[in-house]
Nanobody, 122 residues
Framework: QVQLVESGGASVQTGGSLRLSCAAS?????MAWFRQAPGKEREGVAS???????RYIDSVKGRFTISRDNAKDTLYLQMNSLKSEDSAMYYC???????????????????WGQGTQVTVSS
């Protein structure tokens, strides 16, 4: 059974930084971070495939960095220069294939964590 557990969410002020972690039971897969704010659809934020190739949505480029430690089976999301619009519940997701799709689709991922809350205030 593939299990994902997120951690690192917190309440911070605008301009602050956070590092989210997702402990997984396997590293032989595509992994991604999604987020969902109240009243909005869940959106893909960043993804990383088995070989370390990354992809980001435009709104977080230059501010967020997704990475993974295969030896520890852990996924990370370093978030810098946080904005109020980054406030959301953040989820890690995975699927047991080496490559990730070109576009984000939450339906495609079949393993999900329970989420960790990120709140950014002024």
């Amino acid at each position: 059974q593939v299990q994902l557990v997120e951690s690192g969410g917190a309440s911070v002020q605008t301009g602050g930084s956070l590092r989210l972690s997702c402990a997984a039971s396997s590293s032989d897969n595509c992994m991604a971070w999604f987020r969902q704010a109240p009243g909005k659809e869940r959106e893909g934020v960043a993804s990383i495939n088995h070989y370390g190739v990354t992809r980001y949505i435009d709104s977080v480029k230059g501010r967020f960095t997704i990475s993974r430690d295969n030896a520890k089976d852990t996924l990370y999301l370093q978030m810098n220069s946080l904005k109020s619009e980054d406030s959301a519940m953040y989820y890690c997701a995975a699927r047991g294939v080496y490559l990730c799709p070109d576009d984000y689709s939450d339906v495609w991922f079949n393993y999900w964590g329970q989420g960790t809350q990120v709140t950014v205030s002024s």
